[in-house]
């Protein structure tokens, strides 16, 4: 019988930090290879991270649809406030519906509405937080009755947009990519906000601590703090 190549063996030290490390930035094994080696200075591979996560349930085996490499195109405004995504979402655990409001160019999180019933006085409360930020040029939903809904005229959202000076885009109907960071941050807020006791903890997570993909793995905070001093070119 043929011996067969042996187990190499979890080193403790490793899969301890590999589970701090991931408790701080909670992103897949590829990403946090880099975390560790430039925090630690220290190199463990993408698949010894991996087999971690696995053991320690933070991480999901891959279809094989997923291992497929997708042609990827980001759009982003090029400077922060020119326009905001709002989208409500359920979260089945916490039993609470949230709402947030994010930055286009930077994907901060500029507010965070969480609340037991979606309503159009919650999408005002959320927009009016975020605009203590700096004037936001454009907001971009979809046709939800919190939104839209009213029987002849605007609704008081769209009323309470237009004393802000905020001009509402509408998505197209039955096409969610043209909200896809709402989408995107949704999935996100479902698998995470769990992990944190408040909103306020998960907030500060998400823009100061989490590196993103899109933003060169650096936080929304970082480029938000960046783009907001440069000059904004606004598009009607």
């Given at each position: 019988?043929?011996?067969?190549?042996?187990?190499?063996?979890?080193?403790?030290?490793?899969?301890?930090?590999?589970?701090?490390?991931?408790?701080?930035?909670?992103?897949?094994?590829?990403?946090?290879?880099?975390?560790?080696?430039?925090?630690?200075?220290?190199?463990?591979?993408?698949y010894?991270?991996?087999?971690?996560?696995?053991?320690?349930?933070?991480a999901?085996?891959?279809?094989?649809?997923?291992?497929?490499?997708?042609?990827?195109?980001?759009?982003?405004?090029?400077?922060?406030?020119?326009?905001?995504?709002?989208?409500?979402?359920?979260?089945?655990?916490?039993?609470?519906?949230?709402?947030?409001?994010?930055?286009?160019?930077t994907?901060?999180?500029?507010?965070?509405?969480?609340?037991?019933?979606?309503?159009?006085?919650?999408?005002?409360?959320?927009?009016?937080?975020?605009?203590?930020?700096?004037?936001?040029?454009?907001?971009?939903?979809?046709?939800?009755?919190?939104?839209?809904?009213?029987?002849?005229?605007?609704?008081?959202?769209?009323q309470?947009?237009i004393?802000?000076?905020?001009?509402?885009?509408?998505?197209?109907?039955?096409?969610?990519?043209s909200?896809?960071?709402s989408?995107?941050f949704?999935?996100?807020?479902?698998?995470?906000?769990?992990?944190?006791?408040?909103?306020?903890?998960?907030?500060?997570?998400?823009?100061?601590?989490?590196?993103?993909?899109?933003?060169d793995?650096?936080?929304?905070?970082?480029?938000?703090?960046?783009?907001?001093?440069?000059?904004?070119?606004?598009?009607?």
């Amino acid at each position: 019988m043929k011996a067969g190549k042996p187990v190499k063996l979890i080193n403790p030290k490793e899969e301890s930090m590999v589970k701090e490390t991931y408790e701080k930035y909670r992103i897949c094994a590829s990403r946090l290879a880099k975390k560790i080696e430039r925090d630690y200075n220290v190199h463990i591979p993408v698949y010894t991270i991996h087999k971690i996560m696995l053991g320690a349930g933070l991480a999901k085996h891959k279809e094989k649809k997923d291992l497929r490499k997708k042609k990827w195109v980001r759009y982003e405004r090029k400077h922060s406030l020119t326009a905001v995504h709002m989208d409500w979402l359920y979260h089945p655990e916490l039993r609470l519906w949230a709402l947030p409001v994010i930055d286009d160019s930077t994907r901060k999180l500029l507010s965070l509405i969480e609340t037991e019933s979606a309503t159009t006085n919650a999408s005002i409360d959320a927009i009016e937080q975020a605009v203590m930020h700096g004037q936001i040029k454009q907001c971009i939903t979809d046709h939800g009755p919190q939104f839209t809904a009213n029987e002849r005229g605007e609704s008081r959202f769209q009323q309470a947009l237009i004393k802000l000076k905020i001009k509402h885009i509408l998505t197209k109907i039955k096409h969610p990519q043209s909200n896809g960071k709402s989408e995107k941050f949704g999935h996100l807020y479902l698998i995470h906000r769990t992990a944190f006791n408040t909103k306020e903890e998960f907030i500060k997570w998400y823009n100061n601590v989490k590196p993103h993909m899109s933003l060169d793995e650096r936080t929304p905070e970082e480029v938000y703090q960046e783009r907001k001093h440069e000059k904004r070119v606004y598009y009607t």
